[in-house]
């Protein structure tokens, strides 16, 4: 599964000459990275080979949560659903907030 298809236009204010309120500025930064959440998501689970199922047992919730987590359908990311889901994968999680953009990533724990 590749989130490719799902990515963000590119600056339209640029493209269009048009200019977005900081509320829709946070939005759009807040949807990037529900997105790149769910890609790391999904390609850490398939990595472990757990079903979504399996990854849903873990993190106590349902296979369908899972999917909307993986297609970045969870909006706002909270601190609390990247713990859960730190343990559940295995991973520590690094996330970064900065004015030219918001990253996340994983880093398998130490065994």
Request: glycine fraction near 6%; proline fraction near 2%; hydrophobic fraction near 50%.
């Amino acid at each position: 599964m590749n989130h490719a298809r799902w990515q963000l236009a590119r600056d339209k204010r640029a493209i269009h000459g048009e200019f977005e309120s900081p509320a829709i500025i946070a939005e759009r930064e807040q949807i990037r990275l529900a997105m790149a959440l769910g890609q790391l998501v999904y390609d850490r689970r398939t990595q472990l080979g757990l079903s979504e199922d399996e990854l849903a047992v873990r993190l106590g919730s349902t296979a369908d949560e899972v999917e909307h987590i993986e297609v970045g359908g969870v909006l706002p990311v909270t601190s609390d659903l990247l713990l859960r889901i730190a343990a559940a994968l295995e991973v520590s999680v690094d996330v970064h907030l900065a004015t030219s953009g918001t990253a996340v990533s994983f880093a398998a724990r130490a065994a």
